[in-house]
């Protein structure tokens, strides 16, 4: 079995690696869309089009945050660098079905009028933080190209990019709350779930570094003296 898994990665590290990789992670996220759009223009969206659409791309949002989310463990625990290829992109298409999914209730619920759709996200509290988390995904997308980490700094970068993190929490609780009416909460748990147990991982691996740096001789610690 341990000879198994080196094996394993030998034959997925060259497929994720391959040039036709990213196009075909590519389509895949864009297929949602696609069959949406086809349901459309071919009226095949059910008895109410505006709210399959609505709920759709939020649906699609949460997915691939989840999935966006999932890279970077599922790179470290499978030992695949490769992996890490994909998650910008994943990321975008994050912010992709986020737009869509406020574009689809700003014009098929509030009819695109600007002061009702203000007034609105501030009378419904699962809309303002849907819209919330839509806010902070933008400086996300907006500087997920390398242009923007040489600008910002890797440092920088990174700590904007945990962003992400309040993000997938907003999230939750607008689906939660968008649930609360019909009581009906199955789905949310699964997401919940899913980006609790990300969430976990993810702190889990920050508490092992600070405990194998405190490990380390105080000697090799970087002064913190300014030069004289």
């Not at 590290?13 to 590519?26: N, S």
């Not at 505006?50 to 939020?58: C, D, K, P, Q, Y």
């Not at 290829?85 to 994050?94: E, P, Q, T």
């Not at 997401?191 to 092992?208: D, K, S």
Request: net charge positive; glycine share 8%.
């Amino acid at each position: 079995m341990a000879a198994a898994k080196p094996a394993a990665r030998g034959l997925i590290a060259p497929a994720l690696l391959h040039p036709a990789a990213k196009p075909l992670v590519f389509l895949l996220a864009l297929l949602p869309f696609a069959w949406l759009l086809y349901g459309a223009i071919t009226d095949n969206l059910g008895a109410n089009p505006a709210e399959h659409l609505i709920r759709s791309t939020g649906g699609w949002t949460l997915r691939l945050l989840c999935i966006a989310l999932a890279v970077t463990p599922l790179r470290v625990m499978t030992g695949t660098p490769a992996l890490a290829r994909f998650r910008r992109m994943l990321g975008l298409f994050v912010y992709f079905y986020a737009v869509l999914h406020f574009l689809s209730y700003s014009v098929f619920d509030m009819g695109l009028e600007a002061a009702d759709i203000a007034k609105d996200i501030a009378k419904r509290p699962f809309i303002l933080v849907g819209f919330g988390a839509l806010l902070l995904l933008t400086p996300l997308a907006a500087t997920s190209f390398n242009r923007a980490v040489k600008a910002l700094g890797a440092v920088r970068w990174q700590a904007l990019h945990k962003l992400v993190y309040a993000v997938a929490g907003l999230g939750i609780l607008h689906f939660f709350w968008m649930r609360a009416g019909k009581n009906d909460f199955a789905e949310v748990g699964v997401y919940a779930a899913i980006l609790g147990a990300l969430m976990a991982w993810r702190i889990t691996q920050f508490l092992n570094r600070k405990r194998f740096a405190a490990t380390l001789p105080h000697s090799h610690a970087p002064s913190r003296r300014r030069p004289g």
